[in-house]
């Protein structure tokens, strides 16, 4: 049994898949959580050959039954969890005055409530393992659009806004338990999510997968003692995305 485990939401490709790899790498057991059953085992089975121990959760955390029962089944094969990754999520872009209500409804529910819901069912595991070593995290991938609104993509922005609240909110009411939070907020990374801009962005020019699940061992490297709320990728040359 793995001394140390984490939970990872949106693990069957691109950075949710990148940062399970790495907390394999470095000895977690890890309950690799996303939408789609198929895509999921071939991300699983495909860290299965690289070795640790890794179980897979198949559902749409938009639905709260879903949340639990990742988290349970988590409990029931590991008992312990010292890393939640809330990087699940949804990009939907329209005009303002195209708005589809279903669309605004379903990057709300992906993108900002399953990671309060997470945080709800996890708390209990998480305060154990800060009693137990002071350097439980909670990582939430929200972006750089989180830091500055986008046009045709004011939805998603606002949901990343949120992300970056809900982060502060959890350090001030959990990080004296041992519990500590971090807002990643990246600009394009080479993923299937940012498809509709490389015929103007190359994907060779855009961050890596790698790149934010580096920055996430360096969180769970520092000291009990040092608290990293917000880490922001930018692509070489640009301030913005």
Not at 232 to 241: N, S
Request: charged letters at 20%; glycine letters at 8%.
């Amino acid at each position: 049994m793995a001394q140390r485990a984490a939970i990872v939401t949106g693990a069957s490709s691109g950075i949710g898949l990148a940062i399970a790899r790495m907390l394999l790498m470095e000895g977690h057991g890890v309950t690799a959580v996303a939408r789609r059953p198929e895509k999921l085992a071939a991300a699983v089975a495909e860290l299965e050959q690289e070795g640790g121990e890794v179980q897979q959760v198949a559902g749409d955390v938009s639905a709260e039954e879903v949340v639990r029962s990742a988290v349970a089944a988590h409990r029931e094969r590991f008992g312990r969890l010292d890393v939640l990754v809330n990087n699940a999520g949804i990009g939907i872009g329209q005009q303002v005055s195209e708005l589809n209500a279903k669309h605004l409804d379903m990057q709300l529910r992906v993108n900002l409530r399953a990671a309060m819901l997470f945080y709800r069912e996890s708390v209990e595991l998480l305060r154990a393992a800060g009693q137990e070593h002071r350097n439980a995290l909670v990582v939430n991938m929200s972006s750089i659009a989180g830091k500055s609104g986008q046009p045709w993509l004011s939805v998603y922005s606002a949901t990343k806004h949120g992300v970056i609240g809900f982060t502060q909110a959890m350090n001030k009411e959990l990080s004296t338990q041992g519990i500590k939070s971090c807002a990643l907020c990246p600009a394009f990374v080479d993923t299937a999510m940012t498809d509709f801009v490389k015929g103007s962005v190359p994907p060779e020019q855009m961050i890596r997968p790698e790149d934010i699940a580096e920055a996430v061992r360096m969180l769970l490297r520092v000291s009990p003692h040092c608290l990293v709320p917000e880490i922001v990728f930018q692509r070489v040359g640009e301030t913005g995305a």
